[in-house]
């Protein structure tokens, strides 16, 4: 009687091509050193039992774990999950590094970290010990963190960093978030803006800096005052609320803003509601993010919309190749971009025309 497939081991593959268990490891993390006419058998053995390989057996194989570990804050995903204002940030990352994984047969592994711990090193020494990942991904702001930093160095583990641009070992990747802000704030004023006020995210992330920069070159370039167009949040819906009230409440009205982040954004678009002001028609709104919760509000918003799957997917695979073996940089000199797009929505019109843009 066959065997379910999964009762199916790599003995009793072995056993059916007549090789050893380590030959059909071999073939499993495809290795070159099997015979062609072996690798054939043992592979039509694999398909006759329906086996499907476990990460323990590819482990037997050789130095790989075939385990991806990524990082990210647990405050701030935690409390996304308690009060469930929606995690699209992180199911993004998940569904890039896990389609990135999966080809090469590798599994993603997901701990929240909190940075600011005094243990934060304990922690992940005891994930690492726990899973011998064979590379990490490290999302704001422990991209940034020089304590973990400086401990996968000393552990020699290939790390891939998101949303940082610096000397520091690893692979980096961002999504251009200075273009990003340029690129609303240039179309903003396209449509005649000039007082284009904006909510920057909290200054514990690089990316903050980043879209503060993007837009103060624009407004400068354009020849704009932006005196008291700053405002800063922590990417919170509440510091949202606080930052467009400041702005709403300066002498010369603001006709437009750009929100660092949907939640922000969302408050902004309250805040304006509750003063009487419509959208577009008296504010244009520009957000970061495009999570579903900004393209269901009243009126869809205008907004960044970041890469962060490609991001990922990116991440995962050359933290594979470098485990590969493929030369890697052990201090990156300038980050992979993957450029972030504006997309057109209802939120954004010309000065007191209440027809949008959209595209």
């Known amino acids: 009687m066959a065997k379910r497939k999964g009762s199916v081991t790599i003995r009793h593959v072995a056993e059916d091509a007549g090789v050893s268990h380590q030959t059909v490891s071999r073939v499993i993390n495809k290795q070159p050193n099997v015979r062609p006419a072996v690798k054939d058998k043992v592979l039509r053995s694999i398909e006759k039992l329906g086996y499907v390989p476990s990460i323990a057996a590819q482990r ?3 130095s790989r774990s075939y385990l991806i570990l990524a990082l990210n804050d647990r405050t701030r995903t935690i409390e ?3 009060l469930r204002q929606g995690t699209d940030w992180i199911d993004q ?23 600011h711990a005094d243990h934060v090193e304990r922690e992940i020494s005891a994930a690492l010990a726990a899973l011998s990942p064979d590379g990490v991904i490290l999302t704001p702001p422990h991209s940034q963190n020089n304590k973990i930093l400086d401990l996968l160095e ?17 692979i980096m990747l961002t999504m251009d978030d200075e273009r990003a802000a340029r690129l609303a704030t240039e179309h903003l004023a396209e449509l005649g803006h000039r007082s284009i006020g904006f909510i920057a995210g909290s200054p514990e992330y690089a990316i903050s800096s980043w879209r503060v920069d993007g837009w103060r070159k624009a407004m400068e370039s354009l020849g704009f005052e932006h005196g008291g167009l700053l405002e ?8 949202g609320h606080a930052a467009a009230g400041r702005l709403f409440d300066r002498g010369e009205r603001v ?9 922000m954004a969302l408050a902004t678009l309250r805040e304006a509601n509750a003063r009487g002001l419509a959208v577009p028609r008296d504010l244009s709104l520009v957000s970061f993010d495009d999570t579903p919760m900004v ?13 962060i799957a490609e991001v990922s997917a990116e991440a995962i695979r050359l933290l594979i190749e470098a485990k590969a073996g493929k030369p890697q940089k052990s201090k990156s000199t300038e980050p992979i971009v993957i450029p972030a797009r504006l997309t ?16």
């Open 60 to 62: 037997m194989g050789g």
């Open 154 to 170: 000393d552990r020699e583990i290939a790390v891939a960093r998101i949303g940082v641009d610096d000397d520091r070992p690893g």
């Open 93 to 115: 990352m998940l569904y890039g590094a896990v389609m990135g994984g999966e080809p090469s047969g590798y599994r993603l592994v997901v701990e929240l970290i909190d940075t």
């Open 232 to 239: 800063w949040g922590d990417f919170s819906a509440e510091s």
């Open 344 to 359: 057109l929505r209802h939120s954004t019109a010309a000065p007191g025309n209440a027809v949008p843009q959209e595209s």
């Open 255 to 263: 006709t437009a803003i750009i929100a660092s982040n949907d939640q």
């Open 80 to 82: 996304d999950w308690q």
């Open 295 to 307: 393209r269901l509000a009243v009126p869809p918003l205008t907004a960044i919309d970041q890469p």
